[in-house]
């Protein structure tokens, strides 16, 4: 028993000696590794978010700093715009009566003057017409009628004066009379709606005038041909459309908005539109109306604004790009995009806080930011501002030459690092890490 005792006492002292070795071993091996030392490192970590550096050490990693400053720059969408006809300035023409086309006169895209014009109204087509010919019969069976009629009251009013007939009968001669004047009066006004003048009508009881079978469409407006669907020879039915007038002074310009864009977009923003085949002469407009209406399948909503074109130069379904001022910008904050820092959804950027004693500090500030848009119609101050973009990994963020504007974070005066910001993002998260 005491020979057991004395076995197992011997193993534990032996297990006692070894750790005792083994701690003296890891001591030694620690103690002879250097301590860490940061004192050396050119940007230090002094406070949350605060980096402390020198001016040679800021030279050599190539970091550049301006000055904050307020600017007008106007926030612009930027979209694809299509022209159209201008549909309260043009009027279909039909025929107000069926019959076969003898002569057509303009050509497609031809000009044309409506009745106000100094020279009168152009003749657009002559329609020979049966039914004409049956308006002109029944205005000449009126005419008969009422004539006939009219002498008939001279006669009944003579036999009523001197007792021979009743007086009951001279009230039904004016009532017959009566009659044959208002159905005189709707022949003649059918007669007018075929074209005829006056003059025209006085002359149908001649010979050449019974035989007349024509009428004449003429312009109801100036403008050009915009559609023409008929030629000589062709039967005209009222329900075709022969001619469709259109006066392009003024045209529509489309744009489609997506849907997260919509709020954006008011009733009198202004627009600059350029067209791909006139991009010497921007149009400028503004928007009169957004569609109430979401089309399902792309998601977005139509604007309309409405172009000069007395020159003549655009043309229906022409393309350009419009761009929608849909904010001022007044006294607004832009950097280059280089200067903001991307982790996630929040964005970052560097403000030189303090240079005293040869050493100078840089704090991350988190701010808010919004694109704008640089395109066509960017302000000079935007321009200038352009810059390639990249977030926390170094990898492009889509921003390449896009200025940036601060919403929040930021106030006029502040030097924030517009050259060298990545490089002290990443200072601050390998030192936090440590």
């Known amino acids: 028993m005491n020979k057991k005792i004395l076995k197992v006492t011997g193993w534990i002292g032996f297990i006692f000696v070894v750790a005792a070795v083994s701690v003296i071993c890891v001591r030694g091996i620690h103690a002879a590794d250097p301590p860490t030392d940061t004192s050396n490192d050119p940007f230090k970590l002094v406070g949350k978010d605060l980096l402390e550096t020198t001016q040679e050490a800021i030279n050599t990693a190539g970091i550049h700093t301006m000055t904050v400053e307020t600017r007008d720059v106007p926030v612009t969408l930027t979209l694809t715009g299509r022209t159209g006809l201008n549909l309260e300035n043009v009027t279909h023409v039909h025929a107000q009566f069926g019959g076969k086309v003898k002569r057509v006169a303009p050509e497609l895209g031809a000009q044309v003057n409506g009745p106000d014009s100094a020279g009168g109204p152009t003749v657009l087509c002559v329609i020979e017409s049966n039914d004409l010919a049956q308006a002109k019969a029944n205005y000449l069976q009126a005419r008969v009628q009422f004539k006939l009629d009219q002498d008939n009251l001279t006669r009944t009013r003579e036999l009523v004066k001197s007792t021979v007939l009743a007086d009951k009968f001279l009230l039904d001669?004016?009532?017959?009379?009566?009659?044959?004047?208002?159905?005189?009066?709707?022949?003649?006004?059918?007669?007018l709606v075929f074209g005829l003048n006056q003059s025209d009508i006085e002359q149908i009881d001649t010979q050449q005038g019974r035989q007349r079978m024509d009428y004449v469409i003429t312009s109801p407006r100036s403008g050009v041909v915009a559609e023409k669907g008929v030629t000589g020879g062709e039967i005209a039915d009222p329900t075709i459309n022969l001619f469709t007038i259109a006066d392009t002074s003024t045209m529509w310009v489309w744009g489609d908005v997506y849907e997260r864009d919509l709020r954006r977009i008011k009733v009198g923003e202004a627009v600059r539109i350029v067209f791909t085949s006139d991009p010497e002469h921007p149009r400028q407009c503004k928007i009169d109306w957004i569609s109430p209406v979401l089309d399902p399948n792309t998601h977005s909503i139509r604007i309309r604004g409405v172009v000069d074109n007395k020159d003549g130069r655009l043309l229906a379904d022409m393309y350009g790009t419009m761009i929608v001022t849909v904010d001022t910008g007044k006294d607004a904050i832009v950097l280059p995009a280089d200067c903001v820092?991307?982790?996630?959804?929040?964005?970052?950027?560097?403000?030189?806080?303090g240079n005293a004693a040869g050493k100078t500090s840089f704090r991350q500030v988190k701010v808010t930011i919004e694109p704008v848009d640089v395109g066509f119609g960017v302000s000079d101050s935007a321009a200038t501002a352009i810059s390639a973009g990249r977030d926390n990994s170094g990898s492009d963020a889509g921003n390449l030459g896009r200025p940036i504007r601060v919403v929040e974070g930021?106030?006029?005066?502040?030097?924030?690092?517009?050259?060298?910001?990545?490089?002290?993002?990443?200072?601050?998260?390998?030192?936090?890490?440590?």
């Open 173 to 191: 001669a004016e009532s017959a009379v009566t009659k044959d004047a208002a159905v005189l009066e709707a022949a003649r006004q059918q007669l």
């Open 341 to 353: 820092i991307r982790k996630g959804d929040d964005a970052y950027v560097f403000v030189q806080s």
């Open 410 to 434: 930021l106030r006029p005066g502040d030097v924030v690092v517009c050259s060298g910001a990545l490089g002290l993002y990443t200072e601050i998260e390998q030192q936090t890490k440590k």
